[in-house]
């Protein structure tokens, strides 16, 4: 990425991250990590129902189709929607490391419109650790997973503990997922969240 901040460079003593041994397996459909997520969930009529799998490493492969709703200027995809894309794709990553972390930084490069009824390829990967700062890349692709870059974004994610989103979050909402049945969605529901 180009003139990235010095907030993005992992210092010199960072460390490589590593999968953690529970993560999803390669190839493994992460699906949402809570219904009404704008990002990945399904409750969201105009959210971007974005799919992401799990990559070799600690990458992560995703997609999502451009709507209608999604656009900014005539028949393109609006820039804060892309970014939104871009961060929930870098989110993801924190699922193979079983760490529950939110953006602190995104850096975003618009490289080439993105139209309407476009499936945009991302592909993201952390690139290193330091304490509870995990820094990770991202790229955006149109045309197929090797086509043209369309969008890229540098991101730092902060490791945080639950009380992040219990002391901040709507009561109602974080009640409803706290009290849901499901043991599984109820523990993602606070994974991956800004």
């Known amino acids: 990425?180009?003139?990235?901040?010095?907030?993005?460079?992992?210092?010199?003593?960072?460390?490589?991250?590593?999968?953690?041994?529970?993560?999803?397996?390669?190839?493994?459909?992460?699906g949402a990590?809570?219904?009404?997520?704008?990002?990945?969930?399904?409750?969201?009529?105009h959210g971007l129902h974005l799919m992401a799998r799990a990559g070799e490493g600690v990458s992560v492969t995703a997609e999502f189709t451009v709507q209608p709703a999604h656009q900014g200027a005539p028949g393109l995809a609006h820039g804060g929607v892309l970014a939104t894309a871009l961060d929930e794709t870098?989110?993801?990553?924190?699922?193979?490391?079983?760490?529950?972390?939110?953006?602190?930084?995104?850096?975003?490069?618009?490289?080439?419109?993105?139209?309407?009824?476009?499936?945009?390829?991302?592909?993201?990967?952390?690139?290193?650790?330091?304490?509870?700062?995990?820094?990770?890349?991202?790229?955006?692709?149109?045309?197929?997973?090797?086509?043209?870059?369309?969008?890229r974004a540098d991101a730092l994610f902060i490791e945080v503990k639950v009380d992040h989103f219990i002391d901040n979050g709507r009561p109602a909402e974080i009640q409803a997922a706290m009290s849901d049945p499901d043991q599984v969605r109820r523990a993602r529901a606070f994974e991956v969240n800004p």
């Open 33 to 45: 990590h809570y219904e009404h997520c704008f990002g990945c969930g399904g409750g969201q009529p």
């Open 90 to 151: 870098l989110g993801s990553l924190n699922w193979l490391l079983r760490t529950i972390a939110v953006t602190g930084r995104l850096e975003t490069d618009f490289v080439r419109p993105v139209p309407v009824d476009t499936v945009l390829y991302l592909d993201a990967r952390i690139t290193a650790v330091h304490g509870r700062k995990i820094y990770s890349t991202a790229t955006g692709r149109i045309g197929g997973p090797e086509g043209p870059v369309a969008v």
């Open 1 to 30: 990425m180009s003139g990235t901040s010095a907030a993005l460079t992992p210092p010199a003593d960072a460390v490589a991250p590593v999968r953690h041994p529970d993560a999803p397996a390669p190839g493994e459909l992460l």
